[in-house]
């Protein structure tokens, strides 16, 4: 009888949680974009004409417009796209969809710290202080030229033969923020992967992003995988932030985390406690994570580019020889003399599938927006493969196209609707950085390398390159053939 009783009970509360979130689900739904039907209580993750969203999100904007809701479970997401749509909610309304979402992965990065209010006043922070160590700067240009100069002589010994460039490159990329962070080198942190160790627009960790429980962390093995590089990621950290401890100088400021110490004994003195070592732990952590990937994988892609278009990749290297000899490596100030270098590197920006379709963003407060109404905390994902590849801003946009960033006299020309590195309230703080990366250690590799494709990648196109890349996170092989000076 007492099973009974106990089995009715579990299907009534059973039954309670089901109705309680379909008539919150409906409820939500009227009042945010249109979008594919959800099923009960699952949403749109089993249904194969939605997720994936990178290869769905085309049909669903043809039906729906370029701004549709698909639904994590019980919770809705709001996917943004086109560059207009986005632009108008980043930027435009910078403040409302400028929210942090809450989600066991951001949870378990933060371990709980870092509340929206202490996360901007932690980004003023950085970005003032990433500012006076030079960022866009000389000091900062010349770390990175140094560093160009030892990937060189990376590549160098593969002596001609096939090579994956990911562990090599991603080491050069973490150990320039690395000098910035902890002052020296400390390659490994994320070394494996020319992208984020954390995809989070997939369906199962989308919905450990959107869902409460019991679909809060992500399921095997993609949760233990992440849990694994997270704590292996801290561990690197806190073990940093203890050896600046115990040498601290104030009078000899070395790092960003020097930095970081100082300024938290100072507010020691006061009410705010936002300057403790986990807030450290979690910001260097984002900036590793933010300082590393998007740069490697543009890297990665753009000899991808050059080895499949060897045309493209020999008016760079023209380009490079007439402006510097053979002996003078590329600095900052080529950057203006070199247009057309300039321009392939903005196409490799906005050419490949975005990696910075990450972390969802939130609505910040109450939020009307193109006729519709946005609860508070309501989960927002600009896609940014759909504005660089809007056909209303590029000419061509399913192809590389260097001439994107070019006018009609051949000289560099910007292009707003490139956004590579996000915008608004939580744009990159690392931009600056990430982008001398790129001119410096792609203009240096092509000034003393020409790329090739080995294999089967040779002869599969560049869009079909690129896919398999998204796909398998796994770069060709390919080989530097030493340039002769």
């Not at 000899?252 to 732990?281: G, H, M, P, W």
Request: charged share 20%; with cysteine; glycine share 6%.
């Amino acid at each position: 009888m007492e099973v009974a009783v106990t089995g009715a009970l579990f299907l009534l509360w059973v039954l309670f949680i089901f109705i309680f979130y379909s008539l919150k689900m409906y409820k939500e739904k009227s009042q945010l974009p249109p979008g594919p039907t959800p099923w009960f209580f699952l949403g749109n993750l089993l249904q194969k004409d939605v997720m994936p969203l990178n290869k769905n999100y085309s049909k669903l904007v043809e039906k729906y417009g370029p701004m549709f809701t698909i639904w994590m479970g019980p919770k809705p997401m709001v996917v943004l796209c086109g560059f207009d749509v986005v632009k108008d909610a980043l930027v435009d309304h910078a403040e409302a969809f400028g929210g942090r979402i809450n989600s066991p992965i951001i949870d378990r990065v933060t371990k709980g710290h870092g509340s929206d209010i202490e996360w901007r006043e932690l980004r003023r922070f950085t970005v003032m202080t990433l500012r006076d160590f030079g960022m866009g700067k000389r000091s900062m240009s010349e770390r990175v030229q140094e560093e160009a100069v030892c990937l060189v002589e990376a590549l160098a010994a593969t002596k001609g033969q096939g090579f994956d460039p990911t562990t090599r490159i991603t080491s050069a990329v973490s150990n320039v923020i690395s000098s910035v962070i902890f002052g020296t080198h400390l390659t490994g942190l994320f070394t494996n992967s020319s992208r984020s160790p954390f995809p989070f627009l997939t369906p199962p960790l989308l919905l450990s992003h959107c869902s409460p429980p019991p679909f809060a962390w992500p399921p095997f093995p993609s949760g233990c995988s992440i849990a694994v590089n997270i704590a292996r990621a801290h561990f690197y950290i806190y073990r940093g932030i203890g050896l600046h401890m115990q040498t601290l100088d104030p009078q000899n400021i070395r790092d960003y985390i020097d930095c970081f110490l100082i300024k938290s004994e100072k507010e020691q003195r006061s009410a705010s406690d936002t300057f403790r070592t986990e807030n450290l732990v979690m910001t260097v952590f984002g900036l590793f994570l933010a300082g590393t990937g998007t740069t490697s994988f543009a890297l990665i892609s753009g000899l991808m580019v050059m080895a499949k278009l060897p045309h493209i990749q020999a008016k760079v290297q023209q380009e490079i020889d007439e402006v510097m000899s053979a002996t003078r490596a590329p600095s900052m100030e080529d950057r203006v003399r070199m247009p057309f270098t300039n321009a392939v590197i903005h196409e490799i920006l906005r050419y490949p599938p975005s990696i910075n379709e990450t972390i969802p963003r939130t609505t910040s407060c109450d939020t009307k927006f193109r006729g519709f109404t946005f609860p508070k905390g309501t989960a927002v994902a600009p896609m940014f493969t759909t504005v660089h590849r809007d056909p209303l801003q590029w000419e061509t946009p399913e192809q590389f196209n260097p001439g994107h960033f070019l006018d009609e006299k051949g000289q560099f020309k910007k292009k707003d609707a490139l956004i590579a590195f996000s915008a608004g309230k939580r744009a990159c703080v690392g931009e600056a950085l990430a982008r001398m990366e790129l001119f410096l250690f792609f203009s240096t590799l092509l000034q003393n390398f020409t790329f090739q494709l080995v294999g089967a990648a040779k002869d599969m196109d560049l869009a079909s390159l690129f896919t398999e890349f998204r796909a398998k996170n796994v770069s060709p092989l390919m080989k530097a053939i030493r340039r002769s000076m």
